[in-house]
């Protein structure tokens, strides 16, 4: 199945930024596609939800993929998947991994620089993880596969008392290892972006979060993607709770229709 990785790479080279739809099962996928998105990806805390897990890899890759294969059978954007660590303890496990997502139609990947053990998450070491990134486009390039891999880095979700400095230590590792773009959640000044923007060769990725500058504001910080992360799922089962308060006040099914 074609994967789309070439229309998905240019959708980081257009002036304006990319924004990403993420969803979490072929329902929510297909109403980005209604309402023209140009692309989607999957938010992996909020599948992990909807299948009774919690966030950091708690859920099961088959139970992950299975979900995965649905979307891509289920609409035609290009599609990225939050594969977060890699879901595997060797560099080999992750790209067949990778692989097999490939095979689905998958057009590209997130695989972050963070790893949560016993419930707390912490980075990882700059350069062991740039060896790695480099490792994994080895092997993909070895078996011809080409997916759009953008790193997540959390520099700034882990509120680093030197955040900018180390992202801009990372984007020097990172962007020399064969990846497409580059993922900063969490970055909301615009002098930080526009800092990471003019070091970086890749095009950057953030996320909604509170406090984050309108899309015409990142568009003139130089951000080329910008995803909904976990947010609007959050808000929809909201909703969906003070929808059910209501029914039960008034008693009646009233405000469903």
């Given at each position: ?5 070439e229309?998905?790479?240019?959708l ?6 990319l ?40 859920m099961?890759f088959?139970?992950?993929l ?12 290009p ?12 560099t ?25 053990v ?21 092997l993909?390039?070895a ?39 580059l ?11 526009q ?9 950057i990725?953030?996320?909604c979060?509170p406090g ?8 003139q910080?130089g ?15 909201q ?6 308060d ?6 009646s ?5």
């Amino acid at each position: 199945m074609k994967n789309k990785f070439e229309a998905f790479l240019s959708l980081h080279q257009q002036a304006e930024p990319l924004i990403i739809g993420n969803a979490w099962n072929v329902q929510s996928a297909k109403v980005f596609e209604q309402k023209n998105f140009k692309a989607i990806a999957t938010s992996s805390l909020s599948v992990a939800e909807t299948l009774g897990y919690e966030d950091g890899q708690d859920m099961n890759f088959e139970d992950y993929l299975f979900v995965v294969k649905r979307i891509a059978a289920s609409v035609s954007l290009p599609f990225s998947v939050d594969l977060e660590g890699g879901y595997g303890d060797t560099t080999e496990q992750i790209v067949g991994n990778i692989i097999q997502l490939y095979h689905l139609g998958v057009s590209g990947i997130n695989i972050e620089d963070s790893v949560v053990v016993n419930g707390q998450r912490s980075i990882e070491n700059a350069e062991i993880f740039a060896e790695k990134l480099r490792r994994i486009c080895a092997l993909l390039n070895a078996e011809n596969i080409k997916i759009f891999i953008n790193v997540r880095s959390d520099s700034f979700l882990l509120g680093l008392p030197n955040a900018l400095e180390d992202a801009l230590s990372r984007i020097n590792l990172y962007q020399n290892t064969g990846v497409h773009g580059l993922f900063f959640p969490c970055i909301t000044q615009i002098p930080d972006m526009q800092q990471v923007t003019q070091s970086s060769k890749l095009p950057i990725n953030v996320m909604c979060v509170p406090g984050l500058p309108n899309f015409e504001q990142l568009q003139q910080a130089g951000i080329k993607r910008i995803s909904i992360g976990p947010f609007l799922n959050k808000s929809v089962y909201q909703k969906m709770g003070a929808t059910i308060d209501q029914m039960v006040e008034e008693g009646s099914f009233d405000n469903l229709f």
